[in-house]
């Protein structure tokens, strides 16, 4: 009823729709005071036409419904960003009123606020259908819904235009870029980056069992070379082995929006995390995520698969909203950081910044590693690359390891593995 109202309601303000009652009402003068067959046929035959629209603007287009199917699986069995989305969409029309065409308006809007507007047109079918089908442009990681699905209609004379609209499914999210990382110098047996206070816990003896094939990295010895996976794949590969249980690790994020200068470079620093996450799920480490946004998250170190899985969508829709110090808001929070573990800091931060941070993180009896992150595709970002590593030259002197990473595909490089192609 309220629906029925709302039409009429909107049909009375519409300057066409008072044109046809005007002309019906003339008509109806026409008969009554002059009479005869020319003025009743006349009268007759807008009488039709009014009835016509008004049955069509009741009955026609705002009846409509209609589903929507999304093709949400990519290359890599889920959509990462820079995906496309297929989206199909099946009209259900009334079959009372014909309608010539129909005008389709879907808006896609993302969690930030962002949107993205799709029109066309649509012939029906005899059997009251008609199907639309369209591909959205590459899209960044985030949420995404549609919004009510407009349609458009007009009669077969061009006279009144009719709209209608419905509301079905149309949720998915997009996961942030990840590059694969082969190798992480950080847990090798035989690296110096955790510290000589480390150095007892990360001699871990290799067992006879073999637990996989890995990708061969310089350095491995040829008794460890696989060579029927070698020769299957015509790429060096060696044979992974299973070690005694790794330190704890605990991947923080900073999402303090005075730390990032562009969002291209917080985009890297969440690809970073994301990447981070895959790796220690392949390699069964057990991992955590703290996240120093406007709101605190943390979510403790575990090898679940599905623990890691609520990791992962938490850096669909995360911003770099953050604000006050980090030190503090740490401390808070200290215990969400168990003693004894990897403390990653994935953040643009340098120096006495992040010194402080790091000077809790030892006090914490916590192995502090650094990631910094730079601008992507800067122009003066590859001239400064050299300046940058002098500059962390006081955190190496206090004890604190790490990283420079300014692009996705320097990752896997900078973790201490091959270049990513």
């Known amino acids: 009823m309220r629906a029925v109202m ?17 002309v019906w009402l003339i008509c109806l003068f026409y008969l009554l005071f002059q009479g005869g067959k020319t003025s009743f046929m006349l009268f007759a035959m807008v009488s039709i036409l009014a009835a016509y629209l008004v049955i069509g603007g009741f009955s026609g287009v705002k009846r409509i419904k209609g589903t929507r199917t999304l093709s949400l699986e990519g290359d890599r069995g889920h959509l990462q960003a820079g995906d496309q989305v297929q989206v199909k969409l099946v009209l259900n029309l009334p079959q009372m009123i014909p309608l010539p065409y129909i005008v389709v308006r879907e808006l896609l809007r993302r969690h930030n606020g962002q949107s993205w507007a799709f029109e066309d047109s649509v012939i029906p079918l005899s059997q009251g259908k008609a199907s639309l089908s369209y591909q959205t442009p590459p899209l960044e990681r985030g949420k995404y819904v549609f919004s009510s699905t407009e349609c458009i209609s007009r009669d077969i004379f061009g006279l009144m235009e ?13 996961l942030p870029r990840t590059v694969f990382i082969p190798y992480w110098q950080l847990y090798s047996k035989n690296s110096r980056l955790a510290g000589p206070e480390m150095a007892t816990s990360l001699s871990r003896r290799e067992a006879t069992q073999i637990n996989g094939v890995r990708d061969y990295v310089y350095g491995d010895r040829i008794s460890r070379i696989h060579w029927n996976a070698t020769a299957k794949t015509g790429t060096w590969k060696s044979k992974e082995f299973e070690h005694e249980s790794l330190p704890k690790t605990m991947l923080v994020l900073d999402a303090h929006a005075m730390n990032y200068k562009h969002s ?14 895959q790796y220690g799920a392949r390699e069964r480490i057990s991992m955590g995520l703290c996240t120093l946004g406007k709101n605190f998250r943390s979510f403790a170190p575990a090898e679940n698969y599905l623990e890691r899985q609520q990791m992962i969508h938490h850096m669909v829709d995360i911003h770099n909203d953050g604000f006050g110090k980090h030190r503090e808001r740490l401390e808070a929070n200290k215990q969400c950081f168990p003693s004894g573990s990897f403390f990653i800091l994935i953040s643009p931060m340098k120096d006495d910044q ?18 910094q992150i730079g601008v992507p595709g800067h122009a003066t970002e590859t001239r400064s690359r050299t300046a940058t590593f002098r500059r962390s030259e006081l955190l190496s002197e206090r004890g604190v390891k790490g990283t420079y990473v300014s692009s996705l595909q320097d990752l896997p490089a900078a973790m201490g593995g091959r270049r990513h192609v």
Do not use: C
């Open 6 to 22: 709302s039409s009429f309601k909107s049909g009375l303000t519409s300057t066409k729709f008072w044109k046809v009652a005007s």
């Open 162 to 174: 009719n709209k209608g609209e419905f509301q079905t499914d149309g949720k998915f999210h997009i």
């Open 264 to 277: 291209e470079q917080f985009e890297l620093a969440v690809s970073t995390v994301t990447s981070l996450l």
């Open 354 to 371: 992040a010194l402080s941070i790091m000077n809790w993180v030892k006090g914490r009896q916590m192995i502090p590693y650094h990631i």
